[in-house]
C-alpha cells in the first residue's frame, strides 16, 4: 500500500513538473510547489495555502520564545556562577565557555539525526519537548526549598549545596540537548517554506534570514531585560518560571501552524552518499580522466531527483570526478553500486563540503572573539555603576540588549535600503555575495575587540585611582559602543553565516548545515575557554597573570588586544580563502544541453 501511494505521490509530482519535458508546468508551476516537499498529508502543497510567511512567521515565533529563555538563561549564567555558586572569574568564564560550546555543537548531532531520520518538524517537536523538561528542571532548583542553593536559614551561604549545584548543572546541559536538535532543525525548516526555483519566493528566502534574526534579537531584548530585571529584582526562580511557561506557549503556536507548514521528507545518512564518492574515487584512481565532462556518469535530467537538485559539473578537485566514470562492466548505471559509480551531482556535492572546510576554519577566530561578550563583556558591566534613578539599577546582563539593538538596525537598513540599492549596483539579486557580507562582519567583530580594550584599560585606570569604590564612579554605558559595534557585525557576520552554510550544502543536509554555522560559535567558545587556559599559564609564568581573582586584577585589556591582533592576521587569510572560492552551482528546472561549468557566478547565487 505505502509504494502505491509513493508511485502515485511521484506521478502526480510528475505532473506538475510539467512531464519533466523542462517547460515547468506553466500554471501548475504557479499553482503547485514541487521542490521535493509534501504538505501536512503527504501530498504535493498548494503554493496559495503553504509556505512562504504564512508558514514562517509561526516558526519565527517559536524562535522568538526559545531565544527568550535561551538568552535568558545564558547572559545571566556567568553572574550566577560567581555570586551564587561562587565560582573564581577564570572558572566561571570556562564553564560558561564550556556549556556555550556544547549548545552549540550538539545542533551538529540533531542536525544530522533531522536529515536522516527524524524530519525537521519531529526534530523541534521532540527538542522542544526536552527543552522544557529542562526549564522544569531549573526551576525546581530555584523554587523547591530541599533544591536551592542555600537553606532557609542560610542566606548568606558561601558554599551552595551540593544538591542544588547538581540539578542546576543537569539541567542547563538538558537545555543544551534541547537546543541541540531545535537550533538546527527549526531555521532550516523555515527556509525550506521557500521555493528556490520560484523567482518571488527565492527573494523573499533572502529576506528571510534577515526577519528570523529580527524575531531572535526580540527575544534576546525581553530575555535580558525583562528576565534578568525579575531575576535580578525577584527571585531566579521567577524568572525561570516565566521562561518555562514562555517556552511551552510557544510549542503550542508551533503546533498550531502544523497545516501551513511544507515538509521535507527525511532521506537516509546525508554522509552515505559523500562517503560512496570517496571509495568510488579511490577505486578508479588509476582510470584515464575523460576527455570530454559529458562522459561522466549523470541521472537524466527527466528523471525527478528526490533528494535535491542537479548540481553543474566543475573543473576543481578532479581526483573526485573519477567517481562518476564509467567501467566497462557491461551492467547498465542504473544497475551498478553508488559504492563504484556516482553521479556528477553526488560527486559535485562532495567537492561543496570540502570547499568549506577553509571557510569553517578561517571563521573560527571570529567565534572566539564573539564568546567574549556573555563572559567578560557582562562581567565588566557588573563592576560599573548600573544607577539609572534613584530607585532604578540595571542589572549587568541588560547591557546586553544594545548588542540586540545593534543587530536589528543593521538588518532593517541592509535589508530595506542597502540590498536595493546593492541589487541596481551589482545586478546581484543579494546585494553582495555572501562571503562578502561575513567578512564585513568580521571587519565590524576586530573594531569591537579594539573599543573594548580601550574601554577596559579606562576601567582600570579608573579602579587604580579609586581604591574604595573602584569603578563604580564610571558609568557602564562606556560600554555601549562596544555592543553596538558587535550586534551591527553579527548583522552581517551572523547573519550571512547562516545563509552560507543553508545555502551551499547539499540540499539532503540543510539542517546539518545550519549546524555547521553553529558550530563555529561553539568550537569558538571552546577555543576561547582553552586560550584563557593557554594566557593565563603563559602570564602566571612570565610574572603576573592576566586572569586574577576578580576583574579588577586582570588584565582584561590584554587579552582583547590579543583577540583583535588574531582576529586581523585571520581576515588576511580569510580574503585569500574567499578569492578561490565557487559557490554551489545549481541547475533549474529548465534543461540545459551544456554539461561543462558555465563561467562561476561570483554573487553566491545558483545558476539559473
Same mark, same amino acid.
Given at each position: 500500500m505505502m509504494k502505491g501511494l509513493a508511485e502515485r505521490e511521484e506521478l502526480q509530482r510528475s505532473e506538475v513538473n510539467g512531464g519533466g519535458d523542462g517547460g515547468g508546468g506553466g500554471g501548475d508551476h504557479e499553482k503547485w510547489v514541487a521542490d521535493s516537499s509534501v504538505d501536512y498529508k503527504g501530498r504535493v502543497p498548494l503554493r496559495a495555502s503553504t509556505g512562504a510567511w504564512k508558514a514562517s512567521l509561526f516558526i519565527i515565533a517559536i524562535e522568538f520564545g526559545e531565544r527568550l529563555s535561551y538568552?535568558?538563561?545564558?547572559?545571566?549564567?556567568?553572574?550566577?556562577? !560567581?555570586?551564587?555558586?561562587?565560582?573564581?572569574?577564570?572558572?566561571?568564564?570556562?564553564?560558561?565557555?564550556?556549556?556555550?560550546?556544547?549548545?552549540?555543537l550538539m545542533p551538529l548531532l540533531g542536525g544530522f539525526l533531522a536529515d536522516a531520520y527524524f524530519g525537521r518538524y519531529a526534530t523541534v517537536l521532540l527538542s522542544s519537548i526536552l527543552y522544557v523538561l529542562g526549564l522544569i528542571l531549573l526551576t525546581m532548583s530555584a523554587t523547591i526549598p530541599s533544591l536551592k542553593f542555600c537553606g532557609s536559614n542560610d542566606q548568606d551561604c558561601t558554599q551552595p549545596r551540593k544538591i542544588h549545584e547538581i540539578i542546576f548543572f543537569l539541567a542547563i546541559y538538558l537545555i543544551s540537548i534541547g537546543t541541540g536538535g531545535h537550533k538546527p532543525s527549526l531555521e532550516s525548516f523555515g527556509a525550506d517554506q521557500f521555493d528556490?526555483?520560484? *523567482?518571488?519566493?527565492?527573494?523573499?528566502?533572502?529576506?528571510?534570514?534577515?526577519?528570523?534574526?529580527?524575531?531572535?534579537?526580540?527575544?534576546?531584548?525581553?530575555?535580558?531585560?525583562?528576565?534578568?530585571?525579575?531575576?535580578?529584582?525577584?527571585?531566579?526562580?521567577?524568572?525561570?518560571?516565566?521562561?518555562?511557561?514562555?517556552?511551552?506557549?510557544?510549542?503550542?503556536i508551533f503546533v498550531i501552524g502544523r497545516p501551513f507548514y511544507r515538509y521535507r521528507q527525511p532521506s537516509g545518512s546525508p554522509l552515505t552518499p559523500?562517503?560512496?564518492?570517496?571509495?568510488?574515487?579511490?577505486?578508479?584512481?588509476?582510470?584515464?580522466?575523460? !576527455?570530454?565532462?559529458?562522459? $561522466?556518469?549523470?541521472? *537524466?535530467? !527527466?528523471?525527478?531527483?528526490?533528494?535535491?537538485?542537479?548540481?553543474?559539473? &566543475?573543473?576543481?578537485?578532479?581526483? $573526485?570526478?573519477?567517481?562518476?566514470?564509467?567501467?566497462?562492466?557491461?551492467?547498465?548505471?542504473?544497475?551498478?553500486? *553508488?559504492?563504484?559509480?556516482?553521479?556528477?551531482t553526488k560527486v559535485e556535492e562532495m567537492k561543496l563540503i570540502l570547499n568549506m572546510i577553509?571557510?569553517?576554519?578561517?571563521?573560527?577566530?571570529?567565534?572566539?572573539? @564573539?564568546?567574549?561578550?556573555? !563572559?567578560?563583556?557582562?562581567?565588566?558591566?557588573?563592576?560599573?555603576?548600573?544607577?539609572?534613578?534613584?530607585?532604578?539599577?540595571?542589572?549587568?546582563? &541588560?547591557?546586553?540588549?544594545?548588542?540586540?539593538?545593534?543587530?536589528?538596525?543593521?538588518?532593517?537598513?541592509?535589508?530595506?535600503?542597502?540590498?536595493?540599492l546593492l541589487r541596481r549596483a551589482t545586478g546581484n539579486e543579494r546585494g553582495i555575495n555572501i562571503l562578502q557580507r561575513i567578512g564585513i562582519g568580521m571587519l565590524f567583530v576586530i573594531a569591537t575587540m579594539i573599543t573594548a580594550a580601550v574601554v577596559e584599560k579606562k576601567r582600570l585606570h579608573v579602579a587604580a585611582e579609586n581604591p574604595k569604590t573602584a569603578s563604580q564612579t564610571m558609568s557602564v554605558?562606556?560600554?555601549? *559602543?562596544?555592543?553596538?559595534? @558587535?550586534?551591527?557585525?553579527?548583522?552581517?557576520?551572523?547573519?550571512?553565516?547562516?545563509?552560507?552554510?543553508y545555502d551551499q550544502v547539499p540540499d539532503s543536509m540543510?539542517? $546539518?548545515?545550519?549546524?555547521?554555522?553553529?558550530?563555529?560559535?561553539?568550537?569558538?567558545?571552546?577555543?576561547?575557554?582553552?586560550?584563557?587556559?593557554?594566557?593565563?599559564?603563559?602570564?602566571?609564568?612570565?610574572?603576573?597573570?592576566?586572569?586574577?581573582?576578580?576583574?579588577?586584577?586582570s588584565r582584561l585589556d590584554k587579552f582583547y588586544w590579543l583577540l583583535a591582533a588574531v582576529s586581523a592576521a585571520n581576515m588576511c587569510v580569510y580574503v585569500l580563502i574567499t578569492r578561490c572560492y565557487s559557490y554551489k552551482n545549481v541547475q533549474r528546472r529548465v534543461v540545459v544541453a551544456d554539461c561543462y561549468e558555465d563561467e562561476a557566478r561570483e554573487n553566491g547565487e545558483s545558476m539559473a
Open positions: 538568552f535568558g538563561i545564558a547572559t545571566s549564567l556567568i553572574i550566577y556562577l !560567581t555570586k551564587v555558586l561562587h565560582q573564581e572569574l577564570k572558572t566561571a568564564a570556562r564553564s560558561v565557555n564550556y556549556w556555550t560550546g556544547v549548545t552549540t528556490d526555483d520560484h *523567482p518571488e519566493e527565492r527573494k523573499k528566502k533572502m529576506s528571510y534570514f534577515n526577519w528570523w534574526n529580527f524575531g531572535l534579537c526580540s527575544g534576546l531584548l525581553f530575555g535580558v531585560t525583562v528576565i534578568v530585571y525579575v531575576q535580578d529584582h525577584i527571585s531566579w526562580g521567577a524568572g525561570d518560571l516565566i521562561l518555562t511557561a514562555v517556552m511551552a506557549v510557544s510549542i503550542v559523500l562517503l560512496q564518492v570517496l571509495v568510488a574515487a579511490i577505486r578508479k584512481r588509476k582510470f584515464p580522466y575523460p !576527455t570530454n565532462p559529458c562522459l $561522466l556518469h549523470e541521472t *537524466p535530467k !527527466t528523471a525527478n531527483n528526490a533528494h535535491g537538485r542537479f548540481l553543474y559539473h &566543475t573543473h576543481k578537485l578532479k581526483f $573526485l570526478d573519477k567517481a562518476a566514470i564509467y567501467e566497462e562492466s557491461g551492467a547498465p548505471a542504473e544497475k551498478e553500486s *553508488p559504492w563504484r559509480l556516482a553521479t556528477v577553509p571557510i569553517w576554519l578561517a571563521t573560527l577566530p571570529f567565534g572566539v572573539a @564573539v564568546g567574549q561578550t556573555s !563572559t567578560f563583556f557582562i562581567k565588566q558591566a557588573a563592576n560599573l555603576n548600573r544607577k539609572i534613578t534613584h530607585g532604578l539599577i540595571l542589572p549587568p546582563t &541588560t547591557i546586553f540588549c544594545l548588542a540586540a539593538v545593534g543587530m536589528i538596525v543593521s538588518l532593517t537598513i541592509y535589508d530595506k535600503l542597502l540590498v536595493p554605558f562606556w560600554l555601549a *559602543p562596544q555592543f553596538l559595534i @558587535v550586534g551591527i557585525g553579527d548583522g552581517f557576520a551572523i547573519v550571512g553565516l547562516q545563509e552560507y552554510f540543510r539542517s $546539518l548545515g545550519i549546524a555547521f554555522y553553529l558550530s563555529v560559535i561553539g568550537a569558538g567558545s571552546f577555543l576561547s575557554s582553552l586560550l584563557i587556559t593557554a594566557v593565563d599559564n603563559i602570564t602566571r609564568r612570565t610574572g603576573k597573570s592576566w586572569f586574577g581573582k576578580d576583574l579588577n586584577s
